[in-house]
Structure formats: C-alpha cells, structure tokens
Nanobody, 119 residues
Framework: VHLAESGGGLVQPGGSLRLSCTAS????????MGWYRQALGQERELVAR???????EYADSVKGQFTISRDSALKTVYLQMNSLKSEDTAVYYC??????????????WGQGAQVTVSA
C-alpha cells in the first residue's frame, strides 16, 4: 500500500493548511486513517484519527483547531489545520490501517509532509 501525502508548506501564524493523504494498492478495506506529527527533537505524537464509522479522535492540543475527514471512495484522509501556531511546526505523517484484497491486515505510513509555521 502506498500513501501519497500533499499539502504541507510554510504558513504564517494564524494561517491555515490542509493536508491530504491518498492510499493506493491492493486494498480491500480501510479501518483507520489519521495523522501523527513529529517536531524536531520530540517523539511522534498522534494528532487525529478517524475510523470507518466516521468517529474521530484528536490530541488535546489540536481540539477545536484541526479537523480530520475522510473520503472512503477516494481512500483519502484530510487534515484541515486552522489558526496555526509555531508549536504546530512538525513533519506530519499519514497512517492507514486496513486489509489487503487477500484479507491480510496492513498498516502503512506516508513519507511525511513538512509543516512550518513562521512569520
């Protein structure tokens, strides 16, 4: 399974970005999609995840600021990031958990998208 991320970049404080991540390959179903981030010198942390039912989970630090959504038909997950702050600067990694067409389970990571919030 290949994950293609897009949407990272440089934005001023208070600005917005939207990350996208599209999965491709021999996918039978996707159960869980989401985003982690890793700032320089820090551990990777969960930002947000969304499961098949549409239920979502957010890190306390981004609640009310970020919104995760998915388009199951397109096998794509989005992360809308508003009111960005310098502390949101990190590499954002998409992840997907699901099953191949032969019903074996998989988990995959994207290559990472740099988000830099700076004036």
């Amino acid at each position: 399974v290949h994950l293609a991320e897009s949407g990272g970049g440089l934005v001023q404080p208070g600005g917005s970005l939207r990350l996208s991540c599209t999965a491709s390959g021999s996918i039978f179903m996707i159960n869980d999609m989401g985003w982690y981030r890793q700032a320089l010198g820090q551990e990777r942390e969960l930002v947000a995840r969304i499961i098949t039912s549409g239920s979502s989970e957010y890190a306390d630090s981004v609640k009310g600021q970020f919104t995760i959504s998915r388009d199951s038909a397109l096998k794509t997950v989005y992360l809308q990031m508003n009111s960005l702050k310098s502390e949101d600067t990190a590499v954002y990694y998409c992840f997907v958990v699901g099953a191949y067409t032969d019903f074996r389970s998989f988990s995959s990571w994207g290559q990472g998208a740099q988000v830099t919030v700076s004036a």
